[in-house]
């Protein structure tokens, strides 16, 4: 019986591994070392801010992060006054006023991240049709999470003789299927960093990573301080109760 | 009105008091307190009691969201989103629900693994089955209209293909759908009363539970020998004996649940749920729950779509029918040599339509599907019947103590 369980375990292994093969192509993921990972895992704030500035100045030029608030990023340790800062550099329609006029005002902590564009169809026009997906939760809702997006950033590459590209679209090594209508976003040296850390593809994509997590997961820190507090809690109660146990049943016979 | 003449008397003047007006106490005492259980149970007869506790913090943490929660089409993502975000320890709140929802069908599913095996559905607890399929179903519906809530992308297409379903019916199929729909496709007004429902449908699952309790309660649990007790010398005190073992095993449980809501909580869920809904994008496949996963293969395991659902209800209705089906008088597997292989056979059957009803329906997982339910059907359908009359079974042991002892 045991024999027969194997074999069929052994057997969903080789079917499920032959089946992956149908599905749309795309490279294994290369794993990346970040921070956030482990039972301790915590955020790198500094390369948080570094990816920040990558989304502003290339990112948000086509995707909005609408579940994001200025205020937000108190968070990854900007300070009141910088955030004050930031968000007025964008403006938002506000109203209406006393003359029942909408008006324009600049941002504030409170509002959201502002949208590139006033509504999909304008998105999708900028795009050759393609839809610039909300990067709120991205991580989240790709699977592979922070390695399918760094590898997917640092995954262009000429197109493979013989792969069928459509039109204005381009070839990627990580996108399921291998084509993907965004062009290649980050180059090295796209963003200047103000810390001196070196600005190439790969750094830029690991900090943008970085910060598209923290947008993703903002609890991440606390999840799993408080984790750690909830299983030792539980670990506690049960070596409690199972020298409890044994001392109650010995006398059970 | 019978003059109740025979008040039991407590040295708390308080317990008195309510004792004398209405007699909970006793009843606790004796249902909760001396209660017997077969000394011989193992820790798979913890799980009803785990249950329970997940059915009220499923409740509680329920209404808790359901405070936050807007159920329209273009607020339902991002209030959800917001109970993540902005809400004092929301996210705690929900991945213990969503969570909690995965590993209340994990231990319901270890629950009837235990009746099944240990043959507890049979005389005189057949009545007590029925509760416990009914509970499983009202779970199934609860909990496929709970994963509609969010709005996300597997929201909406599961919504969608799970009430087409009802369309497969024939003449009156596509009017019972925009009857449950409340319009001709998945939209607000879908969303709406699958909140209404999923908020209420809860309290009846608590309701029945409570039949379910005081069911067992009367010819009291069955054990892993299935020889009813027969003296005292048989039992132990539910308190404080059983309720330490309950303890125990649900700490076990604790640092389990613990270690996935917090180091892994989307463990369980699927990606393109974290996308809103959108009616104009079908995701490249349409998955449901895990839990349901398993229906999910019977379903598709036919080419024929009435055939299909046809199939997926029966195997759960089968279920009811499984105290009659069972002809044996041996509760425990076991004591029954052939019996027992066929039904961890089934088992495992079950456990590979559900992860076939997680892939694509092509191929060798089409295959493995129609293998799988044949066999879901066979074993309720023949084996069942059948078996008891053609297996050798071995002795079983005069009393619980015999066994106890042995050990």
Not at chain 1, 16 to 32: G, I, R
Not at chain 2, 242 to 267: C, Q, R, Y
Request: charged residues 20%; glycine residues 6%; neutral net charge.
């Amino acid at each position: 019986m045991m024999n027969k369980l194997l074999f069929t375990l052994f057997a969903l292994i080789i079917i499920n591994s032959s089946l992956q093969a149908e599905e749309l192509k795309a490279e294994k993921l290369k794993k990346q070392d970040w921070s956030f990972e482990g039972i301790t895992g915590t955020f790198d704030r500094a390369s948080i801010q570094r990816g920040f500035k990558v989304y502003r100045e290339v990112c948000a030029v086509c995707h909005s992060m609408n579940l994001l608030y200025y205020r937000d990023l108190i968070d990854i340790g900007f300070s009141p006054d910088q955030i004050k800062v930031i968000a007025s550099e964008y403006t938002v329609i506000d109203g209406p006023n006393d003359e029942g006029e909408m008006f324009e005002r600049p941002a504030r902590p409170s509002d959201r991240f502002v949208d590139p564009y006033r509504n999909d169809v304008e998105a999708r026009l900028s795009n050759n049709g393609a839809y610039p997906p909300d990067l709120s939760l991205i991580t989240k809702s790709r699977k592979g999470g922070a390695d399918y997006l760094y590898n997917l950033l640092t995954g262009y590459a000429e197109t493979e003789e013989g792969s069928d590209i459509g039109e204005g679209m381009y070839y990627n090594l990580y996108m399921p299927g291998n084509q993907i209508a965004m062009p290649q976003p980050l180059y090295d040296e796209s963003v200047e960093y103000d810390d001196g850390t070196p600005n190439n593809l790969n750094q830029l994509s690991y900090d943008l990573t970085n910060f598209l997590v923290w947008a993703a997961e903002p609890e991440l820190e606390e999840r799993k301080r408080i984790g750690i507090i909830a299983i030792l809690f539980f670990v506690v109660f049960g070596v409690f109760s199972f020298f409890l146990k044994l001392r109650l049943w010995k006398k059970v016979s | 009105m019978k003059k109740n003449t025979e008040v039991k008397k407590y040295k708390n003047s308080f317990l008195n008091w309510i004792e004398y007006r209405l007699p909970i106490i006793s009843y606790l005492e004796r249902e909760y307190g001396d209660y017997p259980m077969p000394k011989n149970a193992n820790y798979f007869w913890s799980f009803g009691a785990m249950l329970t506790i997940i059915l009220v913090v499923m409740i509680f943490s329920g209404i808790f969201l359901a405070m936050y929660y807007t159920p329209h089409v273009d607020m339902a993502f991002e209030s959800t989103e917001r109970i993540m975000r902005d809400v004092s320890f929301g996210w705690l709140i929900r991945y213990i629900h969503s969570n909690g929802a995965s590993f209340f069908f994990i231990v319901v599913y270890l629950h009837m693994v235990r009746s099944i095996y240990y043959g507890s559905f049979k005389y005189p607890r057949e009545l007590n089955w029925l509760f416990g399929v009914t509970i499983y179903l009202l779970m199934m519906v609860t909990a496929f209209l709970g994963y509609t809530l969010p709005w996300g992308q597997m929201s909406y297409w599961a919504a969608t293909v799970i009430t087409n379903l009802f369309s497969a019916i024939p003449l009156v199929g596509e009017s019972i759908k925009i009857w449950l729909l409340g319009d001709y496709t998945v939209g607000n007004a879908t969303l709406n009363r699958f909140f209404a429902l999923h908020y209420v449908l809860p309290f009846v699952i608590l309701g029945i539970v409570a039949l379910h309790v005081a069911a067992v309660h009367v010819h009291g649990s069955n054990n892993p020998s299935g020889v009813e007790v027969k003296t005292p010398k048989d039992t132990v005190k539910f308190f404080p004996y059983m309720l330490i073992k309950d303890t125990l095993a649900f700490s076990v449980f604790g640092i389990i649940i613990s270690a996935v809501i917090f180091f892994g909580p989307n463990l369980m869920a699927e990606v393109d749920n974290y996308i809103p809904a959108d009616p104009m994008v079908t995701p490249a496949h349409i998955v449901p729950n895990w839990y349901l996963a398993p229906f999910y293969a019977i379903l598709r395991a036919v080419p024929d779509k009435l055939g299909g659902v046809v199939l997926m209800f029966g195997s759960i209705l089968v279920l009811f029918f499984l105290p009659w089906l069972d002809k044996s008088k041996i509760k425990s597997c076991s004591y029954r040599p052939v019996y027992k292989w066929m039904t961890i056979l089934f088992f495992a059957d079950f456990f590979i339509l559900g992860y076939v009803g997680l892939k694509p329906a092509v191929g060798t997982y089409l295959l493995m599907a129609r293998v799988g339910v044949i066999y879901y059907f066979l074993y309720f359908l023949v084996l069942a019947p059948l078996v008891p009359k053609f297996e050798k079974t071995s002795q079983l042991p005069d009393s619980i103590s015999d066994v106890y002892g042995a050990k």
